[in-house]
């Protein structure tokens, strides 16, 4: 062990040795720079620019562009980066995490790294915690690069589409990390490509790194919609179905027919009509009718499929409970998904719970990775360099301080009760209070600051209560937090990224003790990493300062994980009575290793959480590609949508020919699933197919798919019109199937513990079956698209209009279907006398809007 802690304090040695040397190299420009005017200092953007253009790499322009930004800092911001702070640039600039302390300035210290990364045109994006740091430093630092010839934007949540695409355009973007990450997933749910706001991910500067990229990293985000769950329309689809005839061995007349081994039912020629009827529309299978489809599929499987007392029953609260095919037990809490479980409770007659649905998701861990480069600053990460190491490749690097730092951390106070501490913590702060030293005191939660202040008050002390809920209001709290006398009550992460300044007075006390900022905790938090920070708080660039944390037997910490080799410690030195108190090295270093056990499982609960995000994260990549492809394709998809075609023909008579060979009721049942998916009826007759091998089969059926798709292409005429309904088929259908499928894959995250307990892993059976369900994905997105494609029905005038963004189903939406088609319909607006025949898709639109064509009224409509 100790040749491990050797070998690492030597190679730090080492890292800083070189990063000294560098440092020294970016201040041999600074005469020269200090010499240049406000204009030719300005000039040397555009010259930078120009030579990364011509070959130079950005470590080629280190040394210089860093002098730059120091000598523009100093003009306009009257600031200048100590050595230490070029040495942070450089850590920052390749990639790593510089461990800087509390008030060694970070944010002036990424002022360097940014400028040389944004020369590079592909974008920077520094990331915060919270909106108000973000606007902040975007406000205070955009002065310095707007200066020198870049652009800053600000991303925030109450931005529009529009708004976010100009700050993502910008050289330089301030956001939070949230938000970059749920932008990214709504730009793959959107139409169109003018509708995407972010850029490709190149270079993100995080800020208080280990906050944003370990501490929120159990938490994936997820973008949730409100599930298919209209109960009207599920009554209303349920009661068409029962008015159905048929029987599973199907008959000539039948309304559907199902296939008993694969457990699927689908309506027959005049089960369709009977459905174009009840709901009043002129073709079941158009696209604005695509989700209705979705409706009567799940009711004919809830009624014709799906059996009570066997796949699932009813309780005598009236809930629809699924029946485990292995145990025969009934599975409480779990449902079946993709809007099944409500149509089975339409059947039963029972109430319909709604269900929420994750459209999109991803971790942390994912979505950072994607940049071309990532790092990160924090004064206190060398406690999770393993993890930065593992997940991320960043490599943590301390920086020394600018000034020695002369804050007195005193040994832990420990108390046998929770009031016996909290007592002690009220006499040390009336005692500080009165001597006119600023106090912070730290809490681990909530509810232990409320009980503080309560006990503040009693005693007659005035002060603060910080707990997070205003972020504007938490940096000027902090802020005057260092005045002579202020008490501050925080959480323990409050205030990071905001200097507590001293106020007049306070530095120079007469008693050493009472000198500085007086750091109290009132309990040990479960990461050593916010203890350290809560200390750092004090004590900034050589400040005096004092911390002093107390502790309880009573602690949430100590009772999990400590108190009872504690308070056998406790007994051996014979200590009792409310008011004992104890101060020991081995009670702190028991305390240390509680907080060390804590840290590893929260390592294994991110890193589980990864591992099986990892499982669809090649999966969202391969998705997100091709509907990016379809997004921003210039010419038709007719050679993509082909081989959709095809495939879905080779499944189909891979499943009717299990043998390699149609017999005559395989032949029938091709003939019937054919014709209801993609022929007119009559297409194909059973003499056509006699003798045929499959592949004949094949040939035969896919020249008639590639006919009918042809006459659909004539109806939209123009290739612009083409693309459009083509775009608008593929988009639909993709991610209808992707957001069911993610929600599958939720749902089954959340059951494949279980399998644990039959010795199954429980990650290996999620990999496999979510492998297996992926497949399945693609081949439904592939049958729906060449039904849809098949059975559209298609006016040769119509006016194509499409959605601005992912949509869901409401009751509004379908429950007032009516017989009017979308060439009708477009003729009711202003604008029916103009002429949109020889538009194209870039040009102005003929209403006058200012629009494209193709952003106005040439939109697709497929809602």
């Known amino acids: 062990m100790a040749n491990i802690i050797q070998k690492i304090i030597e190679n730090d040695k080492k890292q800083l040795k070189k990063l000294h040397k560098m440092a020294e190299k970016v201040e041999s420009y600074e005469t020269a720079c200090a010499a240049m005017s406000d204009t030719e200092l300005q000039a040397k953007t555009p010259e930078f620019k120009q030579r990364y253009q011509n ?7 280190l040394y210089e562009a860093f002098a730059v930004a120091r000598e523009g800092a100093k003009r306009i911001l009257g600031l200048f980066p100590y050595h230490v702070q070029i040495m942070g640039g450089i850590v920052l600039h390749n990639g790593d995490v510089p461990e800087m302390r509390t008030g060694e300035g970070k944010t002036l210290t990424a002022t360097m790294p940014v400028y040389l990364n944004a020369l590079a045109g592909e974008g920077v994006h520094v990331v915060t915690v ?8 975007a406000t205070e630092m955009g002065e310095l690069y707007n200066w020198l010839g870049l652009t800053v934007g600000i991303n925030s949540s109450t931005k529009s589409a529009i708004e976010k695409r100009e700050a993502y355009a910008c050289d330089i973007t301030y956001s939070t990390n949230s938000e970059l990450g749920f932008d990214y997933l709504r730009d793959n749910m959107v139409t169109t490509f003018e509708e995407m706001s972010q850029r490709p991910l190149n270079f993100a500067l995080v800020d208080e790194v280990d906050s944003i990229l370990i501490d ?59 459905a174009e009827k009840f709901f009043a529309i002129d073709n079941l299978y158009d696209l604005e009718n695509a989700a209705l489809t979705h409706f009567v599929d799940n009711s004919l499987r809830a ?25 025969g037990r009934a599975m409480e809490g779990r449902r079946f998904s993709d809007g099944l479980h409500q149509a089975i409770e339409a059947k039963e007659g029972v109430p319909i719970q709604d269900e929420s649905k994750t459209m999109a998701s991803i971790t942390y861990q994912n979505y950072f990775r994607m940049y071309k480069k990532l790092a990160g600053m924090s004064g206190t990460a060398k406690t999770e360099a393993e993890e930065f190491r593992e997940i991320y490749n960043m490599q943590i690097i301390p920086i020394p301080t600018n000034m020695p730092i002369i804050r007195v951390d005193h040994p832990d106070l420990l108390y046998p009760t929770i009031e016996s501490k909290f007592a002690a913590v009220v006499r040390d702060v009336k005692d500080r209070h009165e001597k006119g030293q600023p106090i912070l005191i730290g809490t681990v939660g909530v ?30 709290i902090i802020m005057n937090a260092g005045q002579k006398g202020a008490v501050t009550i925080a959480t323990n992460m409050a205030g990071r990224g905001t200097d507590i300044k001293l106020g007049a007075g306070v530095v120079n006390h007469p008693d050493s003790e009472y000198r500085g900022l007086a750091v109290i905790g009132t309990e040990r938090h479960e990461s050593r990493r916010i203890d350290n920070q809560l200390r750092g708080r004090s004590g900034r660039q050589g400040d005096p300062g004092v911390s002093q944390f107390y502790l309880s037997l009573e602690d949430d910490l100590m009772r999990r994980f400590g108190s009872e080799r504690v308070a056998a410690v406790l007994e051996r030195f014979k200590i009792e009575g409310e008011d004992a108190v104890i101060k020991s090295r081995m009670i702190t270093n028991q305390i240390e290793a509680s907080q060390k056990r804590v840290e590893g499982n929260n390592y294994d609960s991110r890193k589980q959480v990864l591992q099986y ?3 669809i994260r090649e999966q969202r990549e391969v998705i997100y590609k091709q509907r990016y492809e379809v997004i921003t394709a210039q010419e038709s998809l007719t050679p993509q949508l082909l081989g959709m075609f095809e495939r879905t023909i080779d499944r189909i008579i891979a499943g009717q020919a299990p043998l390699g060979k149609l017999d005559e009721t395989g032949t029938q049942d091709l003939i019937v699933q054919v014709e209801s998916s993609f022929l007119p009826d009559g297409e194909i007759t059973a003499s056509d197919l006699e003798g045929l091998s499959l592949s004949d089969v094949k040939t035969l059926i896919f020249d008639k798919v590639k006919a009918i798709y042809a006459e659909q292409m ?53 990999q496999q079956e979510a492998f297996n369900m992926f497949n399945n994905m693609v081949g439904a997105i592939e049958f729906e698209v060449t039904r849809l494609m098949m059975k559209a029905q298609i006016h040769p005038q119509t006016t194509i209009q499409q959605d601005t963004g992912p949509k869901v189903v409401t009751t509004a939406s ?18 029916s006398g103009l002429d949109f025949s020889n538009v194209k898709r870039n040009d102005p639109c003929p209403c006058g809007s200012g629009k494209k064509y193709k952003n106005c009224h040439g939109r697709v409509n497929i809602a």
Not at 228 to 244: I, M, N, P, T
Not at 305 to 312: C, N, P, R, T, V
Not at 455 to 463: A, F, N, R, T, Y
Not at 815 to 823: A, F, G, W
């Open 130 to 137: 919270n909106e108000y740091l973000s606007a902040r430093d």
């Open 55 to 61: 070959g130079e790499t950005l470590d080629d322009l």
């Open 613 to 615: 995000d990892d499982v």
């Open 447 to 476: 509810e232990t600051s409320e009980i503080i202040s309560q006990k503040l008050v009693e005693s007659g002390i005035p002060h603060e209560v910080l707990n997070a809920k205003n972020h504007f209001k938490e940096a000027q």
């Open 814 to 831: 379908l429950e007032n279907l009516t017989d009017v088609t979308p060439s009708e319909a477009s003729t009711n607006d202003e604008t």
């Open 303 to 327: 009624n014709y499929i799906m059996s009570l007392d066997f796949d699932y029953m009813v309780d005598d609260n009236q809930e629809v409970l699924i029946v485990d095919q292995f145990t």
């Open 216 to 274: 929120e990293a159990r938490t994936p985000l997820i973008i949730s919609g409100q599930a298919e769950s209209s109960s009207a329309l599920y009554y209303r689809a349920d009661q068409f179905v029962k008015s159905l005839n048929g029987r599973e061995d199907y008959e000539e007349g039948d309304d559907y027919k199902i296939d008993v081994q694969s457990k699927t039912i689908s309506l027959t020629e005049e089960g369709i009509d009977k």
């Open 714 to 766: 004539e109806k939209l005429a123009e290739p612009d019109r083409q693309l459009s309904f083509q775009q608008a088929v593929i988009l639909r259908t993709v991610d209808t199937n992707w957001s069911d499928h993610i929600d599958q894959l939720d749902q089954m995250r959340q059951s494949v513990g279980l399998r644990g307990y039959a010795q199954n892993n429980p990650l290996v059976e999620y």
